[in-house]
């Protein structure tokens, strides 16, 4: 069986103005991979690296511009914010959220290349969607009756149009790939914990083998459960926990299927991330649980039923 896994790389840069006071006015961040690589405040006024390798990799010049940047989009957003305000007939004693956030998504490829995929560049206002840009298309979509001015100003400026495809193609592509070479440069990608083990089961006569990898930071990392070489899937009975966050910028997942005691099959669990050439491979070493069935026949249960393997390497 071949399987043949694209990975979509994602960089973003979400930003953020609100009206409520004990909280910042202005928040700006660097995304990859959902991985938090640069921030910016209102309060701070400076933009500054979240990873090691941001600050070792990128010098005091560029630091310097990001601030520049920043600033600069903040009073954009406090400019914006009122004329929407007015626009709405709203008034200063309520809280008010203009959120921006603009990035590419690309392809990851067998061969280690990357390919466009999609641009990102949407506003949202007070918690719901208001105005996004259709790259396909290349116009600007508003989402709801108040951002329809907006769009119709912004559809006719050729040059908004031009920079805007410009960016999330070719800039936001080539910022995303140094990131990324930046990352693999310096070693950052951690190695996982891999666990594979075995657990009672409210069937006698069965157990609950589990896979679990904790500690990856990549939301792209594979995880799979093999019998004879065979991977397993939901048919086969097997369920997931998701990808879940450890809190300390690194993830965790763990599946599980149901099995008899007396299957004497090579479980495995692997853990793969193509990107960054991860790929870890663990062996269950059958325990004598002793046994309970009057003849060895490897199976997996599905509910009640037993689903025979025959044939499968």
Request: with cysteine; aromatic share 10%; glycine share 6%.
């Amino acid at each position: 069986m071949l399987c043949i896994v694209y990975y979509k790389h994602v960089c973003d840069f979400p930003l953020v103005n609100v009206k409520m006071p004990g909280i910042h006015e202005f928040t700006a961040m660097g995304m990859l991979d959902n991985t938090l690589i640069d921030y910016f405040d209102s309060d701070r006024q400076v933009k500054f690296p979240k990873q090691k390798w941001m600050k070792a990799e990128l010098k005091e010049d560029y630091w310097k511009k990001g601030t520049e940047s920043r600033q600069s989009k903040q009073q954009w957003f406090k400019v914006n914010i009122e004329i929407l305000m007015k626009r709405l007939n709203q008034s200063h004693a309520d809280t008010h959220v203009l959120q921006w956030m603009h990035g590419c998504e690309a392809d990851s490829q067998p061969d280690g290349s990357f390919v466009f995929h999609k641009g990102i560049d949407m506003y949202s206002y007070d918690g719901q969607n208001f105005l996004f840009f259709d790259d396909e298309n290349q116009v600007w979509v508003a989402s709801v009756t108040a951002a329809k001015a907006t769009k119709m100003k912004w559809d006719n400026v050729s040059d908004l149009r031009k920079y805007t495809m410009g960016y999330l193609e070719n800039e936001c592509m080539e910022w995303m790939n140094t990131f990324l070479r930046f990352q693999r440069e310096n070693g950052t990608t951690p190695v996982p914990d891999v666990f594979l083990f075995a657990g009672k089961s409210k069937v006698e006569e069965n157990i609950i083998l589990t896979c679990m990898a904790t500690g990856f930071s990549s939301l792209h990392t594979v995880l799979q459960m093999k019998r004879n070489g065979h991977i397993l899937s939901k048919e086969d009975g097997v369920e997931s926990s998701g990808v879940r966050p450890n809190g300390d910028d690194t993830y965790q997942i763990r599946d599980h299927v149901e099995i008899f005691k007396s299957d004497e099959s090579t479980y495995t669990c692997e853990v793969i991330d193509v990107p960054s050439k991860l790929h870890l491979h663990k062996v269950w070493e059958t325990l004598t649980l002793g046994n309970t069935m009057n003849e060895n026949c490897g199976g997996l249960l599905l509910g009640n039923k037993m689903l025979l393997k025959l044939g499968m390497q």
